[in-house]
């Protein structure tokens, strides 16, 4: 644990729970991609199943869980409980074409061919492009709400502490793993325009528009 690997964790909790606030508020879960926390979700259960083999620390295991049941939260609110405010016309992008993809990646690139290991490194692979299906659907509708944004901007935020926390472990401990740094750089790189965007526009008080 370091610093860096603290305010990412911060911030990607920062980043869910300001989305759940967002669609219990407002009590509508409109702009909002179910395809992506579908992915979100599918990312914590594959990767967290961990849980019922090995134990790091109350922190660890306190966060795996949050994260889990937060994830489901989510999608229970927008499939079940707000349905009817969810926009099945713009969220179309197709899931399948990340998860069949990402699947077979993971059965050929992984760091030791187990089941435990081949879904974590599924998990990693999924959760770089999950952010695909939000993306697309901001780009389809043209515009994003300011709490769509920061939530967007969280998460993105997490994902580039979590690279910079990889080259201090690299520096300091040693430790190397590609197969996490380079998927949390593909992930950090779908953010670039989104930051940009938002640094320019979103803190100005203005709506976030994506390019069609």
């Excluded at 992915?39 to 259960?45: D, K, Q, R, S």
């Excluded at 229970?76 to 990402?102: C, G, M, Q, S």
């Excluded at 939000?134 to 502490?161: D, N, P, V, W």
Aim: glycine share 6%; hydrophobic share 50%.
């Amino acid at each position: 644990m370091n610093v860096f690997r603290l305010v990412g964790d911060l911030s990607h909790l920062l980043a869910i729970i300001m989305l759940l606030k967002k669609i219990w508020s407002s009590r509508s879960c409109a702009g909002i991609s179910g395809k992506s926390q579908l992915l979100f979700a599918l990312v914590f259960t594959t990767r967290y199943l961990d849980l019922f083999t090995s134990f790091i620390s109350v922190y660890n295991t306190s966060m795996k869980v949050i994260y889990i049941l937060c994830a489901y939260a989510t999608v229970y609110l927008i499939y079940v409980k707000f349905k009817a405010t969810y926009d099945h016309n713009h969220d179309t992008f197709r899931a399948e074409f990340l998860v069949v993809p990402v699947g077979g990646l993971a059965f050929l690139v992984n760091h030791d061919f187990t089941p435990l290991e081949i879904l974590w490194t599924f998990s990693i692979y999924l959760e770089s492009v999950a952010i695909m299906p939000q993306l697309f659907m901001i780009s389809k509708t043209g515009e994003a709400e300011s709490i769509t944004s920061h939530y967007l901007f969280c998460l993105g935020g997490y994902r580039a502490l979590y690279i910079i926390n990889w080259l201090y472990r690299f520096y300091s401990e040693g430790f190397f793993d590609l197969i996490a740094i380079v998927a949390g750089c593909v992930q950090t790189i779908l953010y670039c325009d989104f930051f940009y965007l938002y640094i320019t526009k979103v803190i100005y008080g203005q709506k976030l528009s994506l390019p069609a």
